[in-house]
């Protein structure tokens, strides 16, 4: 009787066994067949992003970069473009790879809208703060990023290499809340950096320093007095722009709080603003 106890007990094992390897192998054949269809990350409002440095970046004649807000939609189209080719990465070979990117670009492109024109209620003010440079001055350096990023002011085209919302609100979805103005005036007196990306090949030019300045310059106008940014713990390169900047750390992420997001842990780096008076 043991025997036959032990040999059903070996059985079932075996069984559950086989049954658990099935369970796996179909996870497994799910996940990898959703990656070939589409290996990216959604778009994610709260995106900060400095990829690393590149080797063989272009310098660039800083006289024509134009650093400012806008609201014309051909150039807020050109920056959400950006942001989808500087937050994912992509096989060229995958199937409906060029359908997908154009949805990721339309659906930024219609929040951004949103955004701007304060149909969404969480934010008070929200700008979109462009680097871009001429045409003529980049079409060599890359053919997807002049076609895909292009757009025309006054008869001249430009490409979008630098790109940042500025977002005056209590606080960002499902980020790290800024501790700062204290009390009442967190509402108005607080903004956000997100979506901070440059064209991956201009890197080393300075084009995030210029933005990140130009939205300080706006920030103030708006009378804001503590901004704030979230950075991936480990994006060094982030950490350093914006320590330049003249941001210090605050406060850091949980990391049970990454995890249940699936997401890289974040800091949260603030700076001071000086007053109105004070311009």
């Known amino acids: 009787m043991a025997v036959a106890v032990l040999s059903s007990s070996i059985s079932c094992s075996t069984t559950s066994i086989i049954s658990l390897n099935h369970k796996l192998n179909r996870s497994k054949f799910s996940a990898f067949t959703l990656s070939l269809r589409f290996p990216l990350r959604p778009i994610n409002l709260l995106h900060v992003c400095t990829p690393p440095h590149q080797e063989d970046s272009l310098s660039i004649d800083k006289s024509s970069l134009v ?6 939609e051909d150039q807020l189209w050109a920056a959400a473009c950006l942001r989808v080719r500087s937050f994912h990465q992509f096989d060229p070979d995958s199937f409906g790879v060029q359908d997908h990117k154009k949805h990721l670009a339309e659906r930024e492109f219609e929040a951004m809208k949103e955004r701007i024109a304060g149909k969404r209620k969480e934010f008070r003010t929200v700008a979109c703060i462009n680097a871009t440079l001429p045409l003529s001055q980049i079409s060599s350096v890359s053919e997807e990023l002049c076609a895909e990023c292009k757009f025309t002011d006054d008869g001249e085209d430009r490409v979008v290499v630098g790109t940042l919302d500025l977002n005056q609100c209590y606080r960002l979805p499902d980020e790290i809340t800024g501790k700062k103005p204290e009390g009442i005036g967190g509402d108005f007196a607080r903004a956000y950096l997100s979506n ?4 991956k090949e201009l890197h080393r030019n300075g084009l995030g320093y ?29 950490k350093k722009l914006y320590m330049k900047s003249g941001f210090i750390f605050e406060n850091d992420e949980p990391a049970w709080h990454a995890r249940f997001l699936d997401r890289p842990r974040r800091i949260l780096l603030w700076i001071g603003l000086p007053g109105t008076k004070d311009l």
């Open 196 to 199: 901070v990306c440059v064209a």
């Open 67 to 72: 650093v400012d807000e806008t609201t014309a």
């Open 210 to 238: 210029e933005i990140v300045a130009k939205s300080k310059l706006v920030a103030q106008g708006w009378g804001i007095s503590d901004l704030y940014v979230h950075v991936a713990f480990d994006n060094e390169p982030a």
